[in-house]
């Protein structure tokens, strides 16, 4: 089956500065990659995803590339702010997650002020 | 949280007693999962459903059963409930098929004595 590492396991950035949170998978099949942010004592909550027709994709202050070859796909997020401060997770999936989501283990992102 | 509710929130049982645990959704989505969350292993698939009266097995479907006799509702059973199962179960729905995306609700967290 799928397997998703993720790295690093907590990332502490300075207010303002840029994070990166990297993932690797397993399955060449795998082509749906999603990013969830979890808040304390919440659900996660999806805030960007890939498909593996396309390279890159950005949303704001946040972006995810995809190298299939390779089989990692990165979130990036730019000019970090408090409220960025939460445990992220990586996912992937063959036949677009509809048999479920094989997520990574988490980064716990810290924003210092 | 998208239309799911997840009941109990929070829930303390005794070890051999029997657990149920429901998902309600509103939104009329297809696929329905069901994850659970520790620390150290990100969240993992237990069970899914992709209609009535269909489900399938997760990664971690031991000591677990399901049931969806509605299309908004996907119940979760503990028969013998362990030590092993306290954990934070989140639900999840998605459209499925064709990389669509899961939606998670707010989870009920578990502890088994």
């Known amino acids: 089956g799928e397997n998703v590492e993720q790295h690093p396991s907590t990332l502490s950035v300075q207010e303002g500065d840029s994070a990166v949170i990297k993932c690797t998978y397993s399955?060449?099949?795998?082509?749906?990659f999603p990013w969830y942010k979890q808040e304390l004592g919440k659900g996660p909550q999806l805030i960007i995803d890939i498909r593996s027709n396309v390279g890159e994709k950005k949303d704001q202050r946040i972006a995810v590339t995809l190298n299939k070859t390779a089989k990692h796909f990165s979130l990036h997020i730019t000019e970090t702010q408090p409220e960025d401060s939460a445990v992220y997770f990586c996912?992937?999936?063959?036949?677009?997650?509809?048999?479920?989501?094989?997520f990574g283990k988490g980064t716990h992102l810290i924003i210092q002020p | 949280d998208a239309g799911i509710t997840q009941s109990p929130r929070h829930k303390v049982t005794e070890t051999g007693t029997p657990v149920t645990l429901r998902c309600h959704q509103t939104?009329?989505?297809?696929?329905m999962y069901w994850y659970r969350q520790d620390p150290g292993h990100g969240l993992r698939l237990i069970h899914y459903s992709y209609g009535v009266k269909d489900t399938d097995k997760g990664e971690v479907s031991d000591g677990y059963s399901v049931s969806r006799s509605k299309t908004e509702d996907f119940l979760l059973t503990l028969e013998s409930a362990t030590s092993s199962q306290t954990s934070v179960y989140f639900c999840a729905i998605g459209e499925g098929g064709g990389m669509a995306e899961q939606f998670f609700g707010p989870g009920t967290r578990l502890t088994v004595l």
């Open positions: 399955d060449s099949a795998s082509n749906y």
């Open positions: 996912a992937a999936s063959a036949e677009g997650g509809a048999d479920g989501l094989t």
């Open positions: 939104e009329n989505h297809r696929y």
